[in-house]
């Protein structure tokens, strides 16, 4: 019998084969972009993420490209619509790697895959009787967010918005369960999955692993 964890897993490993097409779709045309390399080395220029999660990267339109190892790169920012975004390659645990949006790092650092699409899906009848009435394509809109201490490579599923849901006050607290205060917050729907920058941010300004019941200090 699977345990519930395999399930869980297995759902999201499920969501990202769904729209996996999607993702390197949003990412399939040469965007400005600068790689920062794992020896403090970088390049400016234009580039995706290809499928295999590979950079595919020029220095301008008439150069010829170079593909390069995701491993070897410390973060790329991309320019899209005027805005800069960072992503980080990830490996998420018990699972595979991949590229992630940055939203913050600290003591505790938060990530983000967002996809959005559609696909096909049953729709309910309402011919006045119970069941289905076929299939129809269904549009789907999900963000899952990552969590990792520092800038360890291992991210975990700390919650997501969307079609698929996680308990996020029992997975919440036991990730920042080294942080009593934070967690009553979270136990006592102060904080809830829509507030997870705010957690992340709470953490990280008045929690640590040395004492977690100094003076909490003020968010703004």
């Known amino acids: ?10 759902k999201y490993f499920l969501l990202f084969l769904l729209f996996f097409s999607i993702i390197f779709t949003s990412h399939s045309q040469k965007q400005k972009c600068t790689i ?3 020896d403090n080395t970088s390049i400016t220029g234009l580039g995706k993420i290809k499928g295999d999660n590979f950079i595919k990267f020029k220095l301008d339109d008439e150069a010829k490209s170079t593909d390069y190892d995701p491993m070897i790169i410390d973060r790329i ?3 899209n619509d005027g805005v800069l975004q960072v992503y980080k390659y990830k490996k998420q645990k018990d699972g595979f790697p991949f590229w992630l949006k940055v939203i913050t790092e600290g003591k505790v650092s938060l990530y983000k895959n967002e996809f959005s699409g559609h ?3 049953p729709t309910m009848s309402n011919n006045g009787f119970n069941g289905f009435s076929g299939m129809n394509m269904v549009s789907n809109s999900v963000t899952i967010y990552y969590i990792a201490h520092g800038e360890e490579f291992e991210v975990s599923i700390i919650t997501s918005l969307g079609s698929l849901s996680k308990n996020f006050k029992k997975t919440a607290s036991e ?4 942080c009593p205060v934070l967690v009553e917050k ?3 729907k102060e904080y809830k999955k829509d507030d997870i920058y705010e957690v992340v941010k709470f953490y990280n300004l008045n929690c640590n692993t040395e004492n977690t019941t100094t003076e909490i200090q003020s968010e703004n």
């Open 1 to 10: 019998m699977k345990s519930k964890k395999n399930i869980i897993t297995s």
């Open 36 to 38: 920062y390399f794992d």
């Open 77 to 79: 920012v991309i320019e």
């Open 119 to 121: 696909n096909f899906g």
């Open 175 to 178: 990730y920042f369960k080294d």
């Open 186 to 188: 979270i136990n006592n």
